[in-house]
């Protein structure tokens, strides 16, 4: 096991009712002046945000709102967030929303206090000072709600990014289970995808011996894989709701992806799709994933035949383990299949002939320098096959 | 799932030489003049405290020391402690040790600043305020390095008792899994055992649906499973204890006891052996944990043959889970003799003719009703028997 630190100190109010806290735990955390991010009007209508609005009243705390997150946020609207928050003296900032809003939040919170430009950090530049974040999950997906990271797309270039600091961990983040029982069965299942994927990411590492988290990524998967097909039956079963939402914080923390190294190819992957066609990141992640991991299985064989086993219930060939590890990887695809996700390019709306621009973007975009690494490094040839594999 | 709060600020470094950073993290979090607290030998003999000491004087930090902490920590030292922390102006405690040391320490810091009897916290009363506290771990086992409680002791009586509150969680951790190599295996074996106790009691659950969790825990019983025979084996394997420690934290700062009921009947149980006969806690678990679950097996018994299954590798009795259940039960105990621990009154040192005091101290001492609740209410009659159980 590497060296290492981890430090989670977000506080967590999961169950029913959670979201009239909000105020409460504004003020706990030293909020005095207010900016709720959010979405759509999905929030708006299901009276959520007049419910946050209101524990904000009851607690004295003036706030200001900006809504218009969009899916693959985008860096215009954190620059509006970031001049509106320092007009207005904003000291505090609640997401009530997915990761989106959440990592839009994170973006205005690094900002604010900094003179530069916030796209620094998403190219790796070291954070000193963000303002407190709390949430109100709407989503069990990104883990946004317990994670460092925001993801955030610039528009110049379409370049999709990640910046990561324990400052831009929330102070708060409240998980209300009931609050997704009205998503509709695709965004439940892209938000399932991505957790299966936060998981698998770190899965996929080249550190020996680290048994405790190899069994606890295996337990939040077979969790995925047991109760995601309860919800997508039946929305409103609120304790597979509730399973998942833990599953999905916890798996994005990295309670479970310490002192090992990790992958994150496959979302690097998937972000050139997301950021160029728009799709939900779950989708992309769905038709991303099998082919990653079909391209890299030979680097540890041994690897991918252990899930297939312990998660997928397959069999070990235990003289042929190539054909358990993929055996293990077309369950996983089937499973996706299964929950609704698309399979091929086709069905998530991509095209054969953009390959060569997303090659590009992925391997040059930025600042990259003709590759990206992770399990393994992979250059343009590599990645021009891994998205050919996705026809 | 019930509705549930979870906090876990703790800071943790974890690896090769990290103690070397207490003096720099004691600063991070405010101290500016500290108590050493520990117990005996091994850390002054191993330079450890030298060590701590020396990344105090390099933050130029000054330190006063208090030593002598016993396994099955005693009110004695606490009020001691509490004594010399006031005269000094000591604003932050390090514990350098196990979870008797750590217990010993939080009791510390809670005391200081309150005007009563720190005992008062063991018997319910909230907590509104205690000095911070680090931690050096050199044993895996009590997880209070990452938990909100602390088990004292209270010489009048031989009371042994547990107060909670996130307000004691340690600040930050430092677990390096080298302190852990120089330990006998007995205490080895008995810290592993304690670690799989805090994950029965919590996997002994009457909430129902809590799959996340359930599945997290065998996780984690699963990682002492495999890893402790192997530093049984090979003292030095720091891989293997790497993951015993991690798993050590992760099983009982809660984030897998999140939202369920739990049960602690084998703890409060096993607490009167270790006060009477102060033998290590992990080996009076390793004796009482099969006894009660036999005694309690038929209130669920799918449950205990889920984590025989699970766990232990049973194959289902279909028609007779009860059979299941109990080789589950058989499985985990004979695990534990595989590991030096011992199996009856006689191994652990404990007598037959003490039962009815035991029942009496456990049932009505400090307070108590005649019983104690969990998994399942045991009354005096209950407890007799499942005291017998074990000769």
Same mark, same amino acid.
């Given at each position: 096991?590497?060296?290492?630190?981890?430090?989670?100190?977000?506080?967590?109010?999961?169950?029913?009712?959670?979201?009239?806290?909000a105020g409460k735990y504004v003020k706990r955390f030293g909020g005095s002046k207010v900016l709720i991010h959010y979405g759509g009007g999905s929030v708006v209508r299901s009276g959520l945000l007049d419910r946050v609005k209101a524990s904000l009243d009851k607690e004295g705390l003036p706030f200001i709102e900006l809504g218009g997150v969009k899916p693959?946020?985008?860096?215009?609207?954190?620059?509006?967030?970031?001049?509106?928050?320092?007009?207005?003296?904003?000291?505090?900032?609640?997401?009530?929303?997915?990761?989106?809003?959440?990592?839009?939040?994170?973006a205005i919170a690094m900002g604010i206090p900094y003179d530069g430009d916030f796209w620094d950090f998403y190219q790796g530049k070291p954070v000193e000072k963000a303002l407190p974040v709390g949430t109100v999950l709407t989503i069990a997906a990104a883990?946004?709600?317990?994670?460092?990271?925001?993801?955030? *797309? +610039?528009?110049?270039?379409?370049?999709? %990014?990640?910046?990561?600091?324990? $400052?831009?961990?929330? #102070?708060?983040?409240?998980?209300?289970?009931?609050?997704?029982?009205?998503l509709p069965p695709f965004q439940t299942a892209s938000g399932a995808t991505d957790i299966m994927a936060?998981?698998?990411?770190?899965?996929?590492?080249? *550190? +020996?011996?680290?048994?405790?988290?190899? %069994?606890?990524?295996?337990?939040? $998967?077979?969790?995925? #894989?047991?109760?995601?097909?309860?919800?997508?039956?039946?929305p409103d079963n609120y304790e597979a709701r509730a399973n998942i939402?833990?599953?999905?914080?916890?798996?994005?923390?990295?309670?479970?992806?310490?002192?090992?190294?990790?992958?994150?190819?496959?979302?690097v992957i998937e972000h050139e799709l997301s950021a160029?066609?728009?799709?939900?990141?779950?989708?992309?992640?769905?038709v991303t994933m099998p082919a990653v991991f079909k391209y890299v299985m030979n680097h540890n064989v041994m690897r991918f035949a252990q899930v297939a086993v312990r998660v997928w219930g397959c069999q070990m060939d235990f003289?042929?383990?190539?054909?358990t590890?993929?055996?293990?990887?077309?369950?996983?695809?089937?499973?996706?299949?299964?929950?609704?996700?698309?399979?091929?390019?086709?069905?998530?709306?991509?095209?054969?002939?953009?390959?060569?621009?997303?090659?590009?973007?992925?391997?040059?975009?930025?600042?990259?320098?003709?590759?990206?690494?992770?399990?393994v490094t992979l250059n343009e040839e590599d990645c021009t096959k891994i998205y050919q594999m996705m026809i």
């Open positions: 096991m590497e060296n290492f630190t981890f430090y989670s100190p977000t506080l967590f109010a999961f169950g029913k009712g959670t979201e009239s806290d693959n946020p985008r860096s215009g609207l954190v620059y509006e967030g970031i001049e509106i928050g320092r007009k207005e003296g904003i000291d505090f900032i609640i997401a009530v929303g997915g990761g989106s809003v959440i990592d839009s939040s994170k883990g946004s709600e317990g994670s460092p990271d925001s993801v955030i *797309t +610039k528009e110049e270039g379409m370049f999709k %990014r990640g910046a990561g600091s324990d $400052l831009i961990r929330p #102070k708060f983040s409240i998980l209300n289970p009931e609050l997704t029982q009205t936060h998981l698998y990411e770190r899965y996929l590492t080249n *550190t +020996k011996d680290v048994e405790v988290t190899d %069994r606890l990524i295996e337990a939040l $998967l077979l969790t995925m #894989k047991h109760e995601t097909p309860r919800v997508i039956a039946d939402m833990w599953a999905g914080m916890v798996a994005h923390n990295n309670t479970c992806g310490v002192g090992r190294s990790q992958d994150w190819n496959s979302h160029l066609y728009d799709c939900a990141h779950g989708a992309g992640l769905a003289e042929h383990p190539e054909v590890a993929l055996e293990g990887i077309n369950a996983f695809q089937s499973f996706l299949c299964s929950i609704g996700m698309p399979k091929n390019f086709e069905e998530l709306g991509a095209k054969q002939e953009d390959i060569p621009k997303l090659v590009d973007v992925l391997c040059h975009g930025d600042g990259r320098q003709g590759s990206i690494s992770g399990f």
